[in-house]
């Protein structure tokens, strides 16, 4: 039996603790900011899309809104639900085809090849991440792009240690699985490891930026009203240097498959 996380149960607590909160607004703002700017003809609509492990929709819908054709796919029934009554709030249900699908599922209930496979914070819940990514591409037309995000194991090790939890840290460091706030075991990845990943599936990493850098060791009335904007500046401002970026919580990577 696969080990893969599924957040059926879990979709209320999720989006009140991640997507209504000061962290969920800055992973989005700062992960919208990435990929504004890093696909190439973002903005000239006429992509065909596959949002694989799309949750609730939220990128989803802003790439609908330009007009890209978006199949999203996700494993929770209730995850699909969100988005259909969010995508329909908009009147963009007809550019969204929702798909229940793990990642595994997806030859089996997914045709086509993509000009953009987006994969935002799926591969820490996999019980084999590795295989995962090496499938995706699969789906990808000669020179298509993946947009990756992934939990990142130095934030996390990080996070940890300065909080004094030595033996969450201690599984961290070697390669092991913690519990999460919803009682689901998450593996944070190495970024050493991912990128060996990638280059052996076929994929040249264009551009690399860390999410969410600083805000979660912030007080919290940084996290507040004009506090969080000016956050949200420096997060946007200095989510691709060195050494910030590969302290995120979250490592995004925009990435082409060689040709």
Known sequence: MSADVVFDGLADDFERDIYNSSKGYIRLKVLWHDLSEG??????????????????GQVAGKLATLGHRIVLCDPSTEMLAKA?????????????????????????RVSGKYEVILCHAVLE???????ALFNLRHFLLPEGYLSLMYYNQNAALMTALLAGEFSV?????????????????????????????LDEAGFDILCKS??????DHMPDECKKGSELEKLLEVEKRLRMT??????????????????
């Open 169 to 197: 840290a201690w599984t961290y460091l070697t390669g092991g699985k913690v519990l999460s706030g919803y009682k689901k075991q998450s593996a944070p990845l190495d970024p050493q490891t991912v990128a060996q990943w």
């Open 210 to 215: 860390g999410i969410r850098i600083f805000h």
């Open 125 to 131: 819940w996999l019980e084999s991440p590795h295989d």
């Open 84 to 108: 259909e009554r969010a995508l329909r709030a908009q009147g963009l249900q007809d550019r969204v085809q929702l798909v229940e699908s793990t990642l595994q599922q997806l030859p089996e």
């Open 242 to 259: 060195e050494p910030f970026a590969s302290l995120g919580q979250h490592i995004h990577l925009i990435c082409q498959l060689r040709n």
């Open 39 to 56: 696909l190439p003809r973002i903005h000239d609509g006429n992509w065909r899309i596959l949002d694989a492990g799309g949750g609730m």
